[in-house]
């Protein structure tokens, strides 16, 4: 049987640790292992912090939709917004044998979602983003 | 997400504990940069006990290390947990950034 939970926020950077501490007791509640909630964390913060800098320019406050399920087989995360449209999946991958001499400075938020995740799947639904990550439980 | 500075051999040691996260970037950017200015030769930051690293620290690490290595230093990233261990490697960062670190 698959557990849900939703909750949203405004586009604060702030509010991103209160979403890590949410994470937490959903995890705890679920008995998530520890490394899988480490990295749907990582994943979450890392978009969320994106989308709160990127999404919506200088124009006011804007509500964040996030929604996490688990079942037997996966852990998920379901992230609205109403910001620009912005498909990270488009964005190029990160040549992580480059020197750091030469490595640019942004991308690396992208690239962890997508290295920490089993899979990201994006669609542009209205005038809303909708992203979901999903991780495998071992 | 505590700092501590502290005189390491040639250079100053930051041991970062907790979670970096954006927020806490900002402050090891602070912390980083006020070490540069005093004229460290090398400036370890010591991630034993960093339970979570997010890009934003690792864009901090990765601008210091190329200014320091402008300026003929060098910024090192000293005993990473297993989390930012993990999260060094999968960047491309921990060969070139861990000290001591041995490709794999």
Redo the contacts between chains.
Sequence with gaps: MKATIERSIRNQ??E??GV?DWLKSFADHHHLPLALR?DL??AL??WL?NVISYGFGQAGEHLIRIRLACDAQTASIEVEDEGRPFNPLDHPP????????E?P??G??I??IR??MDSVDYRRDGDRNVLVMVKRLR | MPINKMPSGDGTELVVAGRLDGAAANELEIEVLAVMRSGAKNIYVNLAEASFLCSAALRVLLQYWRQMKNSGRALYVTKPSAEADAVLRMSGFRDQMVEGAQPR
């Design positions: 950077l702030p991103v640790r890590s480490h964390d990582l913060t890392e912090t990160v040549d992580t044998s480059a020197p750091l001499e490595r400075v942004g690396l938020g690239h962890l290295r920490l």
